[in-house]
């Protein structure tokens, strides 16, 4: 077996019991020290990529996108789970010629979504968005990796939270041979206990990215995996922009306090080469 075939049956194990958390780094740097944390699974963010490169979710380009899949994945031994975005296309044909350039950087798993970026019609049409679902399925089929599917619904994110509305999407989405469900935002245990059961036996992966349940509480409510998208990364960008703006404006260097020894973390008795 090769090395993505490892890791994609790890990560299938992953979701038959239990629920795991699966945090998102944003470089190969925060790939590692998660990894060394003995996360069993890791996740891409585009968000978290994109603000290194001084852009905004959702204006990164097809190539960027799978640059940093291959750097990610070929940094760490556990799965990674590409945020893949609405797979840089619209038309399911496109989709699926993407996802197969996905599948090939090493990753073990990837989301496509059903956002549109366009603010008067957020979300693609319900027929369209399955179309493109089952397309994504059709090329990791074809591609012969066994990559895992998620199928993501973002009403929530787009400004039409509509958890009957969200629930059929997803229902419409496991039928087209997605293997995980995801609906990022929602926040009820309502309304995650309603998606757990709507799309049951298949996981559902719940997006945490403010203190509203914990680990435990999500996996008494069926959740599978957990993820937490950009947050991590806008936690960082917030010690930032506090110290600088304090040198900024004050001249004072106090957040230079209590610093990690992040060299400490990369060295190789740490990370047992």
Known sequence: ????????????????????????????????????????????TSAGYAWTLGCQDNQLRLDQALAHLRDVAGAVSVPVNADFEGGFADDPEQVATNVKLAAATGIAGLSIEDSTGDAAAPLYPAELAVERVRAARRAIDESGTGILLTGRSEGFIVGRPDIDETIRRLKAYADAGADCLY????TTTEDVSAVVAAVSPKPVNLLVNAPF?????????????ISVGGTLARTAWAGFLAAAQEIAADGTFSAFEGLPDVDALFSKERRGL
Not at 5 to 28: I, K
Not at 183 to 186: D, F
């Open 183 to 186: 609906a990022p935002r929602i």
């Open 1 to 44: 077996m090769s090395r993505q075939d490892d890791r994609v049956d790890a990560f299938r194990r992953l979701h038959d019991e239990g629920c795991f958390v699966m945090p998102n780094p944003w470089d190969v740097g925060t790939a590692r020290a998660l990894e060394q944390m003995r996360f069993q699974a890791l996740a891409t």
């Open 213 to 225: 349940v914990t680990a435990a509480a999500a996996a008494s409510l069926g959740v599978r995996r």
